[in-house]
């Protein structure tokens, strides 16, 4: 049983398409983090939350402590984007459940 | 521009042959993160450390893993022996808000053969 799954496991959208991945968890958490990973493999910590929404840029990730479900959307994707989006939930600062990842391809 | 340093960026040994990984957090940040990923388990946590003190290592086999914390400009996860199944790729992350890894290294690639 993984604590968190993901969906999709694999997204191709059109340049300038609203993306939306989900994260759905089933432990209570202390806070949720998205991370993105590059196809050269580099990591970048995008969010951490722990309720309602945050913004940066072109990206937003909400989180609804009640429903235990995370989105990350991304506004007019741009190929750039392409990489695996990973969350991860934490129900303490010591813990740390991740999802398998969503790989996302965004096409010219 | 701060940034998370791991070296080797690459490793390749025989199986019972001791590796050494070692990463520079960025300075400053007082939380440190050894991380794991493979294809077949994705990312997990080995280690966790805040202000050198280990708080965390229940994700580390403890028979053959081992991380330290020698000052503040060091980590290191070390692995004796080295086993087949340790080939992963080995992420450090650093931060300065408890449990959160703001910054990760570019990786350390393992292959164990």
């Known amino acids: 049983k993984n604590e968190v799954e993901q969906s999709p496991q694999n997204l191709t959208a059109q340049e300038g398409e609203f993306i939306t991945i989900n994260c759905s968890y089933s432990?209570?958490?202390?806070?949720l983090h998205w991370l993105q990973q590059h196809p050269g493999g580099g990591i970048v910590s995008l969010f951490m939350l722990s309720s309602g929404k945050k913004k940066h840029g072109r990206l937003i990730a909400t989180i609804n402590i009640q429903e235990k479900h995370s989105s990350l959307h991304i506004t007019a994707s741009h190929p750039r984007d392409s990489a695996v989006y990973i969350c991860a939930a934490t129900p303490t600062g010591n813990q740390f459940y991740f999802g398998t990842g969503t790989s996302l391809t965004v096409i010219p | 521009d701060a940034r998370v340093t791991q070296t080797p960026r690459h490793k390749v040994t025989e199986m019972g042959q001791e590796v050494t990984m070692r990463c520079q957090p960025i300075?400053?940040?007082?939380?440190v993160f050894w991380y794991r990923q493979t294809m077949m388990q994705g990312l997990e946590l080995l280690a966790y450390?805040?202000?050198?003190?280990?708080?965390?290592d229940s994700g580390m086999p403890k028979d053959r893993f081992s991380a330290e914390m020698p000052d503040a400009t060091l980590a290191t996860l070390k692995i004796q022996p080295s086993e087949p199944r340790d080939s992963a790729v080995y992420f450090c992350?650093?931060?300065?808000?408890?449990?959160?890894?703001?910054?990760f290294g570019n990786g350390t690639r393992l292959t164990v053969t």
């Open positions: 450390f805040r202000n050198r003190a280990p708080l965390d």
């Open positions: 432990v209570g958490i202390s806070a």
């Open positions: 300075l400053g940040h007082n939380t």
């Open positions: 992350a650093s931060g300065l808000v408890q449990g959160q890894p703001s910054h």
